[in-house]
């Protein structure tokens, strides 16, 4: 049964960072299309980055900028999301998803087969 596993979330003050990790049972993270998204309050989820299987790329959405990048440990089979000079609209609950394949539509979250249970993250001072 695949299983997808968040964890790193916390509160941290604004300029802080944070280091989130998504760990997967009975799935290969370095084969497949994986994903971060969050979900803010009263707000819709929303697309943060992918990476590609493979080394084939990675994708962000635009507020990410420079601030938050996506990697991945093969060996230990956990997508990692850094998260750097947060902001205080940066809160929210933050899920990994895993998808079967390319990245196509790395935004929809309707085109993923897998979700984390999500892990919260509080952006204030």
């Known amino acids: 049964q695949v299983r997808l596993v968040e964890s790193g979330g916390g509160s941290v003050q604004p300029g802080g960072s944070l280091r989130l990790s998504c760990e997967a049972s009975?799935?290969?993270?370095?084969?497949?299309?994986m994903a971060w998204f969050r979900r803010a309050p009263g707000k819709e989820r929303e697309a943060v980055l992918a990476?590609?299987?493979?080394?084939?790329?990675?994708f962000h959405a635009a507020f990410v900028q420079d601030r938050f990048s996506i990697s991945r440990n093969n060996t230990k089979n956990i997508v990692y999301l850094q998260m750097n000079n947060l902001k205080p609209e940066d809160t929210a609950v933050y899920y990994c998803?895993?998808?079967?394949?390319?990245?196509?539509?790395?935004?929809?979250?309707?085109?993923?087969?897998?979700w984390g249970q999500g892990t919260q993250v509080t952006v204030s001072s």
């Open positions: 998803a895993a998808r079967t394949g390319w990245c196509l539509n790395w935004d929809t979250p309707s085109r993923y087969n897998y």
């Open positions: 009975e799935y290969d993270v370095s084969s497949n299309c």
């Open positions: 990476i590609n299987e493979k080394n084939y790329g990675t």
